[in-house]
């Protein structure tokens, strides 16, 4: 038998183990445009085979918006603002459906991809990150519904909408962070599945959707607002009724624990991945 | 004469916890499981909790080698591939691999129904890691091989069983990596498409490219490869040139086991799945030695999944060498007989005695449809035909014949 030689450094090596801190960043980046076939897909795919199609994107914010209204509309709190109160929730609920949306796409995104995940490889982490992305095409359209409600009842469109493109990547990261985190563990422990519709129920009611801000004490209000969501709510709020101050108060802790929220993260993911595999 | 590098393996072994392969972990058995033994972590483990699914495996494949792996149910074959496929991860050692890698483990993987033709050979091809552009391509090609050109705008979960497949494995042909890994997917597909996969993949193994390539189908490795490993247990058993070791898997490789049972995590026909098949004596049961002067019985029992037409049970005996001795499909007694509604059959086949040499036999199994072939199993069980009392006579083939006697009209004896 011949005897071989490398004449060139290894493309790939494989070990059992790899570092703490390598994320694989690079190699997602590597492997962009399989995300982006993903995202096409699950676009495609969508609404198909549904009567209302695309429409089902704004009906459940504005269904949500309309018993809002007519059911905790009293509850709002009188004073302070004089936005509609269509206006002030539907604000609210455009980051929010998204974010649900994202939320549970990206917690079931590993386990429902498994037959492909056992087969083929590709960084993991293509999966999470891909799912946050189609309900952009829902973020846009129930935007569009906003600005007829506000044209409606008569919101004046300020220079502060400007800002609604941070609150979409703020709400879509938001919603990977805590992707990365329930996916993994969805594939080792199904109990995720039954926990996710759940947890977000918890988070519609505790975000400062059908709550008004004011009416959390000023001590509590930092760890309130370690909720990345709480952050997003009130900047979109801002916004799109053009009053108030900007919610630093609100922002920079959910900027802080979405920071950690997205490193801690990455770490748990990679770790998981592999025992994922073997598990799925 | 020294050759460039392709893929090193070595002292690569796979661990899997005892149980670890179940479908999933239930969060609460977990919790209660640590409370119950709160300091028994993963180094206290006893070794016996753990399975080694292949270990000390060292090998090196030089550039335009096409290897072919061999071995049992269980040897190991596909862990080995799927630790080169970045796959899972090996519990030690390491691999390195030297070019850009291509693997084939499953044909079809990520087609989505609702997406056209067109649109999956895009996203499967993406999987597969092919860029856009690559695709653009070759897509002409693609869909030229698949022959169904006419189809690529209709959805793929209107398309029959064989569309797919042959969509699929065209997409995968057109893979342009310098190292390919390939698992079982010959399988698929009705004949004359698998005969022009087969010559796909000489073209790629003739193209100077690197291939391993996991394998039942022992005619296909010989064929293809110019080296084999064979697996047992975990480890290389034999590593050399094809003919050699297939020779000696066939030889060795088949212990007394008269009985197949379906593995489990095999896949299996969606339709057809043969269960098990045995060589049995009189009274039904398991049993490798047949007197040379009795009948070969070889009982296949099957289960239709779903109602099928034009099914066809064929099973095929050769000898050690690889030489197919016969072939016999349920049709020979019950002509037209290929329709079966769901439920669970069984057949006997009787290969007459005397007929075949004493030596070992090795049986395979097919299910197929004009179209589609749902199971195919090669050398399942052997079984030993032995010389017994009677004596041998010389020949390939040992029948007693009817001899006649005719009336002697026309000829007188000489005078």
């Given amino acids: 038998m011949s005897e071989a030689v490398a004449v060139r450094e290894p493309e790939d090596v494989i070990t059992p183990r790899r570092g703490w801190f390598d994320l694989g960043l690079k190699e997602l980046w590597r492997t962009r445009e399989l995300a982006y076939f993903f995202m096409w897909r699950d676009v495609k795919v969508r609404y198909k085979q549904t009567v209302i199609g695309a429409g089902w994107a704004v009906i459940s914010p504005i269904v949500l918006m309309v018993v809002f209204t007519l059911v905790f509309g009293k509850l709002r709190g009188s004073g302070a603002t004089t936005v509609p109160t269509p206006v002030w929730y539907f604000s609210a609920l455009l980051p929010w459906s998204y974010f649900s949306g994202s939320l549970q796409a990206a917690s079931s995104s590993i386990v429902s991809a498994q037959q492909v995940v056992q087969k083929i490889y590709f960084p993991r982490l293509i999966l999470p990150l891909e799912s946050v992305f189609p309900g952009i095409v829902d973020f846009i359209m129930s935007f569009l519904v906003l600005a007829v409600l506000m044209t409606v009842y008569h919101v004046p469109f300020t220079s502060r909408l400007a800002i609604i493109p941070v609150v979409l990547i703020f709400t879509g990261l938001t919603a990977f962070a805590a992707g990365l985190w329930l996916s993994a563990t969805n594939a080792l422990y199904r109990d995720i599945r039954e926990a996710t519709p759940f947890l977000i129920q918890i988070l519609l009611f505790t975000s400062p959707i059908l709550l008004a801000p004011r009416k959390i004490p000023p001590s509590f209000r930092p760890y309130y607002a370690l909720n990345p969501i709480a952050g997003v709510i009130e900047m979109s709020r801002w916004a799109v009724t053009g009053v108030g101050k900007f919610p630093t108060g609100f922002v920079l802790p959910g900027i802080a624990s979405l920071v950690v929220m997205i490193f801690t993260g990455l770490i748990y993911f990679r770790r998981i991945e592999d025992l994922i595999i073997d598990v799925v | 004469m020294s050759s460039e590098l392709a893929i090193r393996v070595l002292d690569m072994g796979k661990r899997y916890r005892l149980g670890e392969r179940q479908p999933y972990r239930r969060l609460g058995e977990s919790i209660f499981n640590a409370l119950r033994r709160p300091f028994k972590t993963g180094g206290e483990r006893t070794e016996n909790e753990f399975l080694w699914a292949i270990r000390n495996i060292t090998f090196d494949v030089t550039r ?352």
């Avoid at chain 2, 390919?180 to 996969?197: H, K, N, P």
């Avoid at chain 2, 993949?201 to 490795?221: D, I, K, P, Q």
């Avoid at chain 2, 999944?305 to 049709?331: F, K, N, P, Y």
């Fill in chain 2, 64 to 415: 335009g080698e096409v290897l072919g792996v061999i071995g049992e149910n269980g040897a190991g074959k596909t862990t080995l591939l799927r630790i080169l496929a970045h796959i899972t991860h090996p519990t030690e050692g390491r691999a390195e691999i030297y070019g850009k890698v291509g693997s084939l483990l499953e044909v079809g993987t990520g087609f989505h129904p609702e997406l056209n033709g067109r649109e999956n050979v895009y996203l499967n091809g993406a999987i597969l890691g092919m860029s856009r552009s690559e695709i653009t391509k070759k897509y002409d090609e693609i869909v030229d091989f698949a022959q169904i050109d006419s189809f690529m705008e209709t959805p793929v979960k209107h398309y029959s069983t064989g569309m797919r497949v042959r969509l699929a494995f065209s997409v995968a042909a057109h893979l342009d990596p310098e190292i390919l890994f390939i698992d079982e997917v010959l399988s698929v597909g009705d004949a004359s498409f698998q005969a022009r996969c087969l010559k796909k993949m000489e073209e790629v193994a003739g193209a100077g490219r690197t291939v391993l390539f996991v394998s039942h189908n022992l005619g296909a490795v010989n064929g293809l490869c110019s080296r084999c490993i064979w697996m047992e247990h975990g480890k290389v058993r034999m590593d050399g040139d094809p003919q050699t070791v297939i020779e000696s898997y066939l030889s060795t490789g088949f212990s007394s086991e008269a009985r197949w049972r379906h593995p489990d995590d095999a896949t299996c026909g969606q339709q057809v799945r043969i269960s098990t098949v045995e060589v049995i004596d009189e009274d039904g049961s398991p049993d490798v030695n047949v007197q040379y002067d009795q009948p070969v019985r070889i009982r296949v029992r099957w289960d239709a999944r779903q109602h099928v037409e034009d099914l066809q049970v064929i099973l095929r005996i050769t000898d050690t060498a690889g030489t197919t001795i016969l072939s016999t499909s349920d049709q020979d007694s019950n002509p037209g007989s290929g329709s079966w509604d769901v439920g669970c059959y069984s057949y006997v086949c009787e290969v007459p005695g005397p007929l075949l040499r004493p030596g070992r036999y090795l049986v395979s199994v097919y299910a197929t449809s004009r179209r589609i072939v749902h199971e195919e199993h090669t050398f399942v069980v052997a079984f030993d035909v032995i010389p017994g009392v009677a004596r041998v006579r010389p020949g390939v083939i040992v029948p007693r014949l009817r001899w006649t006697l005719q009336p002697s009209a026309e000829r007188t004896l000489s005078q």
